[in-house]
């Protein structure tokens, strides 16, 4: 069968990869795909953007019309999602993983996802949202400690102020409601309860219909925790990023607290989802906080998560293919799942600058040797293949996989412009799991020599 998987990132250049190794899967397209998917095998790049909702159905349309053989489509990231593709792909026929509109609200307003969450039990933060600053500004004279600002709507990760400074709050309130700095994104803001904690995200597989719920069949299936590593520097320092790494599963997590997970806010939100007489076959993302008081939920995200999708796929014993059918024809809750042992460290290394500015355009050479003999996996985001050269077209970004060890010198990747700030928090965990000590402080990096993988 045809696969079709739409994004550009990492976290798609695995869901790729991973749809690649199903016997069953002949072809693999990615629209847009990036330099990673362009070398993979069986995969083939259609170059149509993800925001250009008709052409993206238009292509899918003509890839797999007349295809009964089970084909179908994986969407990636957020904002299709959020824009409603998988009704439109679902109104020609397709099968597509990815919830609906209406579910994928979860996400791209932070309001519903609280309305939800209250509604239905899911253990989390308190929160009110306000659109007026003077109301905001008022509410926060209540609230001791820091707080947390969180626009409503979607702002690709710069959407969230955590401060204990009442000057900073009250602008950020001024920025994201008056003056528009997140766009519509931010008219709306939440004010949140601060949770102290471990955070740790949850990915999982949904198939939810109202059809499925009346058979008793309505499943939410979680996979192995994760954890993302966002500060840009070793010891969660330096500034936030889009991730500078993930590992899975989370060393040293106790099971209690994953039962707890599935009491306090997995259970009530699989009761929503039906309630809300959803159609979701897809994924579903929980962010959490470990607190004193159990997890609590942070956030629905109604997709894979990224870095994480990379550290936690290469751990699937099974066909992830399969399971993407499983999660179409409503036969989730009897797939068997099965994880392999140990751990899996998917680290990033970025071009020198990143988050701030940072050279683009230059080629980055890896050696195919290096990576075959370290059995590494390299995902690639924000890259493209350029007559076989690496080409970095915006946030350069590679995951490089270990399994159950760490990397030892010489072992990660370099670019071309040399300097990369290696995720070495994600590489600190590892070294945990694998029971290691000792600091690891930069990675002497290979200049490699030969051409693009
Ligand atoms: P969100 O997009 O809601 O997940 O927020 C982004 C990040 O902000 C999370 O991954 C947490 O690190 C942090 N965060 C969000 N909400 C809270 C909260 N209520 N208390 C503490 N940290 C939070
Ligand atoms: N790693 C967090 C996210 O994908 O939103």
């Known amino acids: 069968m045809k696969t079709i998987v739409i994004g550009s990132g990492g976290r798609e250049h ?61 969407i990636g990231p957020e904002d299709p999602l959020a824009a409603g593709i998988v009704n439109r792909l679902a109104d020609e026929g397709l099968d597509v993983v990815g ?34 600053v003077a109301d905001a500004v008022a509410a926060l004279e209540d609230i001791k400690g820091p707080v947390v600002i969180k626009a409503d709507g979607l702002a690709g990760g710069k959407g969230v102020v955590i401060t204990d400074d009442h000057d900073t709050a009250i602008q950020t309130l001024r920025d994201f409601i008056k003056n528009g700095t997140l766009g519509v994104a931010g008219r709306k803001i939440l004010l949140e309860e601060y949770l102290a904690g471990d955070e740790i995200s949850i990915l999982a597989a949904v ?51 994953l039962d707890r997970f599935r009491t306090d806010i997995l259970e009530p939100t699989l009761k929503g989802l039906i309630e809300e007489n959803y159609e979701y076959r897809g994924f579903l993302f929980f962010g959490v906080m470990i607190t004193g008081d159990g997890p609590k939920l942070l956030e629905y995200n109604v997709r894979l998560g990224d870095p994480e999708t990379q550290a936690v ?21 009897s797939f068997q799942f099965k994880w392999r042992d140990g751990y899996v460290c998917a680290p990033v290394a970025v071009s020198g600058g990143y988050p701030a500015s940072y050279l683009k355009g230059l080629p980055i050479k890896m050696d195919k040797q290096v990576i075959r003999e370290s059995g590494a996996k390299i995902f690639i985001a924000g890259a493209t293949a350029n007559r076989r050269k690496m080409v970095r077209r915006c946030v350069e970004r590679l995951s490089v996989l270990f399994r159950n060890r760490t990397p030892g010198p010489g072992e990660l990747i370099t670019s071309g412009a040399g300097s990369l700030p290696l995720l070495p928090s994600a590489v600190q965990s590892m070294k945990r799991a694998a029971g290691l000590t000792g600091r690891l402080t930069a990675f002497p990096l290979r200049g490699c020599s030969s051409g693009a993988i």
Request: charged residues 20%; contains cysteine; hydrophobic residues 40%.
């Open 99 to 132: 919830p609906q509109q209406s579910a994928a609200a979860l996400e791209a307003s932070k309001d519903v996802a609280k309305r939800f969450m209250s509604k239905y039990g899911v253990a989390c933060a308190k929160s009110e949202a306000f659109t007026s």
């Open 14 to 74: 695995a869901i790729a990869w991973a749809l690649s190794k199903s016997p069953k899967v002949g072809e693999v397209i990615c629209i847009p795909g990036n330099g990673g998917t362009a070398c993979e095998e069986k995969c083939r790049n259609i170059q149509v953007s993800v925001s250009e909702t008709a052409s993206v159905v238009e292509v899918c349309k003509n890839e797999l019309s007349g295809l009964n053989d089970g084909s179908f489509i994986v």
């Open 207 to 257: 198939s939810v219909s109202p059809g499925l719920a009346d058979q008793g069949r309505a499943s939410i299936v979680p996979f192995l925790p994760a954890r993302d590593h966002k500060r840009l520097l070793d010891g969660a320092l330096g500034p936030n990023t889009g991730g500078m790494g993930a590992i899975a599963p989370v060393p040293g997590l106790d099971p209690d607290i």
């Open 313 to 333: 796929l290469p751990l699937m014993d099974f066909d992830f293919a399969e399971m993407c059918r499983a999660i179409i024809d409503g036969t989730l809750s």
